[in-house]
């Protein structure tokens, strides 16, 4: 596996993010003005794109927001969500990020809590999709 962080939004992100949010999960508003300032992560298997996600400071300093992280249906099951999550983590902390916050999918929940998020809000919906705000500390934030 290879991991390449980008500036601007690479095509590989944006033909993951449109498989998997647009054609599986029939999203309609996937691409927004968040992406031109976030940093792209794609992790690539054999110089395949297999999973995106992007990561942007706040309005907090310290505080970073994760998003769209997305796996190809192919290459579900072998932990790449996990992996891409922890590559994100690790340039946030480099960064001098705080804290992390995600807008999960409902049924997405039980995966970042395995992987140290706590649910932070009460249920709100993006695009009538059940979603909940978590955050990871991961030194003292506000």
Known sequence: MNVLIYDTLPSEAT?????????????????????QRARHIVLYDNNI????CRFFE???AGNYIIGRIAVMRQYRGKN??????K????????SGGKCI???AQAGAVKFYEKNGYKQCSEMDFEQSCPHFWMHKILRDCQ
């Open 15 to 35: 033909e993951i993010r449109r498989a998997v949010f647009l054609e599986e999960q029939g999203f309609q508003d996937e691409f927004d003005e968040i992406d």
């Open 49 to 52: 794109a297999a999973a995106t």
């Open 58 to 60: 706040d309005k907090t």
């Open 80 to 85: 790449l969500g996990s992996f891409i999550l």
């Open 87 to 94: 590559c994100a983590e690790t340039e946030i902390e480099k």
């Open 101 to 103: 916050l995600l807008h």
